[in-house]
C-alpha cells in the first residue's frame, strides 16, 4: 500500500475526505488486491484502536444508561405471566359464588397468562418508547438544558429539544437515512407522529429560530416528514433542501425532489431550483431559488475584470480544473497575508439581500492560519467580517457562506441591512501565516427578487 | 469465552429478562471489551464503533425477552451490532450514491461475512492476543504516536497541529508502524 493511499484510508476515517479524494479511493477499490489491502487495514486499524483504547466499561454504560432512560425492557413472558397470574388470584372473590369456584379462577388466571406468554413470544410484544432519532454529531448544542456529549451519538425522544449556540452544529440522523443538519444559534424540538411504541413514526421536527439544511430519504405513503416552524409548515416527502427562518419569515430552498410549503391553510408544492417564502403579509408563490450576481471560474486562463488583487495560477491540482486564482502576497504589511480582492471599478459589486450566498473552493496551508472573509462597507466605512475556520487544511474544500452572518468586529449585533451596497469582497489568510492560499469556483447568489419571473402561486 | 464466564453472563440474562437493571449493567461492563474488539473491526472509526456499541446494547435491552439462553449471548449481541453496521454501510453508501462510495460497501460486506461466521468470537480473541503481544513490541516512540492516534481519538489533523508537522507526514508515520505491526502478526517476529 502506498503512503498516498494509507492517508486517504486515514481520512476516510477521520471523515474528512473530499468528494475528490473520495473519488480516488473509490477508483483504487476497483482492484482487488487493493480491495484486500485496504479492508485489511481498516480491520487492523479497527483492532488497535479497540485495544488501545483508554475507556472503561462504565463509560459505555453510563452512555448506554442515558440512552435507557424512559424506556423499558421486554421483562420475560414468565414474568408478565406471574403477575398477571398473581393478580386474579388476590383478587378477592365475588360475593355469593361459593368457593369452589376458586379453582377455575386459578385455571383461568394461569390460561391467560400462557396466552399473553405466547403473544409475547410470537414478536407482538409491550415495547418501549422508541427513540425518534440520533444526534450523531454536535459542536456547542444544548439537549434540554444539558450540553451535548460530542464523543458519542445520542438518541432523542418525542420532546427533546435541541438549542445549537452561536458557533455550533448538530447533525441529527433517523433511522431511514435521513439526515437534518441544523445551523447556528438554532433552536428545535423533536417530535413524531403516530404511536410512541413505533420505532417508524412520522418524523416531525418543530423549529423556533434558525435553520436547517436537510437530506430527505423517500417518506412513507402518508407519512411525510414535517417541518413545523413559527410561519407555517414544510411537508416533505423526500429531497434535499434548506430552510431557514429570517425576520421576513420561513426561507425554503429546494435543491432537489419536491417540499410542499403550508400557511394559514394555504400550500404550494417547491421543486429542486426553487423557493418559496412562508411569511406574515406575503401570499405564498414559488420562485427560482437563486439569481447568479457573479461567477468565477477562471478556467480560460484570463484574469477576470472584477479581480483586482490575485493571479491566475494553475494551483494545486484538481481533476477537470485547470486554473485558479492566487492569493497576493502582502509583504510587511499588518494585515492579511495573502489575499484576493474581487471588486468591480465604478459600481458596486451588488446591493445586499437577505439571503445572498458566497460560495468558493478554497485551499490553503499553514497551522496558525484562519481564513477571513470581509466586505467593506461604505456607510458604515468598516469592514464586515466572518471569520471561518476550515476543517481541513493543504486539500480543496468548499465553503459556502450567508452574507446575513457577517458581523461588524466592532459591533458584533450588526451585519448588513436591505439596500446596503457591497464594493468589493476580500478573502484572506491570517496576518501571522506564511503559508498558500488559492480559491476557485466563487460564485455570488441572491435569492429570487419578487418581479424577476412571474412566480407560480398555490 | 471460559465456561465459567458464559454460565455467569446466561445468569445475569435471566435476571436482566425478570427486570434486574443492574444485572443488565454487569452484562455491559462483563461484554463491552470483547463487543468493542469485534465491532472496531469494521466500524471504520472510534465514533461509528461507540454509536454501534451504544445503538447494540439499547436494541439488547429492548429485545431482551427474545433472547434465548441456546444461543451464546455474546454472539446475539454481535448480531444486533453485524446488522447495525450494515444498515449504517449501506445508508452511508445511499446517501454518497454519487461518489460510488464503493470502500463503504466493501467495508459492510467485509462485516457481514467477518460478524456472521461461526468462528468469529474465537478468531477476534486469538487476533488481539496477537496483536496485544506485538503492541508491547513496539519501540517506545511507535507506540506513543499509536497511543495518541488510537488511545486518544485524536484525528489525524488533531495530531498534525499537535506535534507540528503535516497530516501526510503522520499518516506515513502511523502507516509504518502497522505494517511493521502487520509483519508482527503474520509471523509472529
Redesign the interface.
Known sequence: MSPDLALLIDRWRDRTLDPADRRRLDATCADPAARAEIASDIVLQGRIDALLDARDGDAVWRAVETSLRGVRSDSGPQRIADAVGRRLADAPAPRGRPRSLTPWVLALAAGLALAIAAWMLSGTSVRAEAPVVVLAQCRDTRIDQSSADTSTATPLRAGSSLRVGAGGSALLRYDDGTTATLGPDTIATIDAGGDAQDTSRQKILRLEQGSLSAAVTRQPEGRPLRLVTPHGEAIVRGTRFMLAITAAGTRLEVEEGAVELVRDGQAVLVRGGESSLAGPGSALAVQPAATDLLRLDVEDGETPQHLREGTIVPGPPRDGNRYCIAGQKQPGHEGPANQVVIARRDQPLLTYAPGTRLSFDCWFTGELERVYLGIWHPTLRQEVRLIDEPLARGRWLRISVLLDDFRLSSDPARGFAPGDAIWDLNVATSAEADGLLYIDNLVLTQPHRAGDDAPRGP | MEAADARRIDELV?A????DRDA??LL??AT??DL??A?????????A???A???T??AA??????YRPSLSFCAWLRAIARNHLVDRWR?SR???AL?????DE??AA?AED?LERADAEREAEA??RK??AC?ERLPERSRQL??RR????Q???QL??RF?R???LL??A??RV?QV??RC?ETGA
Not at chain 2, 436482566?16 to 427486570?19: E, F, I, K, S, V
Not at chain 2, 488510537?150 to 481519538?153: L, V
Open positions: 435471566v436482566a429478562q425478570a427486570g443488565f449493567r455491559v461492563l463491552e471489551r468493542r474488539i465491532i472496531a473491526a469494521h466500524a471504520g472509526s472510534r465514533d464503533a461507540d454509536e456499541l451504544q445503538h446494547y439499547v435491552f429492548e429485545k431482551l425477552a427474545q445508508e445511499r446517501l454518497a461518489d460510488g462510495a464503493v470502500l466493501l467495508v467485509s467477518a487476533q488481539t496483536l496485544r503492541l499509536l497511543e488510537y488511545q486518544d481519538g484525528s489525524l489533523d498534525a497541529q507540528h503535516t497530516a501526510k499518516s506515513v502511523l502507516f502497522r505491526l502487520r502478526l
